[in-house]
């Protein structure tokens, strides 16, 4: 990532007011140095089947669901903590990014991230909040000729709804079919998810490290079968949980996207398979607006001790 302009807020005085953040502050040790600078060119995409990856930096863009506005307020607004959240993103490893809603660019210009040092886009699916095609254009078109074309990953289905440009090139992923970048390995499995009218399967993450391996478990409900016969095997150190319905009991979500209960006996089977480790972190994102507690009230509410791990909403603190 590039340096931060001195005019603009520091990086806590920002999470105090926004809801983006590195998971390297809210989950204690999965940070790395391993990121791009300035837009410069990384290694190029490789199909190594052994991760390399040591370490693990998770950033946070966004962690909203649908219903939050298109648009961010100015930096100049007084916010209260949580009270704005964009569309769900996260930056791996500085430049690896899972979906492109529309406020994505709007967070990387407060937070001073250069979309040019992006050379990975990994697609959940395709509705609007998490693939917003005017992002995707802006982000392809700011790299340089020479860098060649932006990757961008997901479901087959999915990627006819992906615009055509010389700047991007698409890349199908393989249900359960494990790649590679730059020494990190990606899997794409089933989400419990739909996308109306369409014909694509929607997609969770799971990132592997040397080290470290991790979910991305959004947007979706309950684990699907074949996701957790895949996942029966591995070892994880943290989840980020789909946390749309937040407490409120009785919303129709609950059949595409998780409430607390649902997360808690998760949590707990995974924990008795020996999927989630112990002492694994648990991370709340694409969160919907009026469905979970304000933040000032989080730290007491029965949400966050039903986990019963050490869990945060992105940003905590």
């Known amino acids: 990532m590039t340096k931060y302009n001195e005019n603009k807020p520091s990086r806590r005085d920002f999470l105090a007011i926004t809801s983006i953040g590195a998971a390297s502050e809210a989950t204690g040790g999965f940070s790395s140095a391993a990121h791009a600078a300035g837009g410069k060119p990384l290694e190029e995409t490789n199909t190594a089947s052994s991760p390399t990856e040591k370490k693990l930096e998770l950033f946070f863009l966004g962690t909203g669901a649908a219903n939050w506005p298109k648009s961010y307020p100015p930096l100049n607004q007084k916010l209260s903590r949580g009270q704005v959240r964009g569309t769900s993103s996260m930056l791996v490893n500085g430049h690896i990014l899972i979906d492109c809603g529309y406020t994505v660019l709007d967070v990387m210009k407060r937070y001073d991230v250069n979309p040019a040092a992006i050379t990975d886009i990994l697609l959940t699916h395709t509705h609007a909040d998490h693939l917003h095609e005017d992002s995707l254009l802006e982000i392809a078109n700011s790299r340089d000729g020479d860098l060649g074309p932006l990757k961008f990953w997901g479901d087959p289905e999915a990627l006819k709804k992906v ?5 991007i090139e698409k ?40 080290t470290r391996s991790v979910l991305y478990a959004t947007d979706g409900a309950w684990l699907r079968t074949n996701t957790w016969n895949y996942l029966h095997k591995k070892r994880l150190d943290a989840i980020i949980w789909d946390a749309t319905c937040g ?12 409430d607390m209960t649902m997360i808690r006996h998760m949590n707990h089977s995974l924990v008795k398979g020996k999927v989630l480790k112990p002492d694994a972190k648990i991370i709340l994102t694409h969160i919907a607006r009026k469905l979970q507690p304000p933040m000032l009230r989080w730290r007491k509410s029965s949400c966050r001790k039903a986990l019963s791990l050490p869990m945060t909403v992105c940003p905590l603190c």
């Open 247 to 258: 407490e409120a009991s009785g919303d129709y979500r609950i059949f595409s996207h998780n």
């Open 171 to 210: 890349r199908p992923i393989g249900l359960e079919q494990s790649f590679n970048i730059d020494g990190l390995g990606i899997t794409g499995l089933e989400s419990n998810h739909q996308v109306a009218g369409s014909k694509e399967t929607c997609l969770i993450y799971l990132l592997e490290g040397a």
């Open 163 to 167: 615009p055509d440009s010389d700047r």
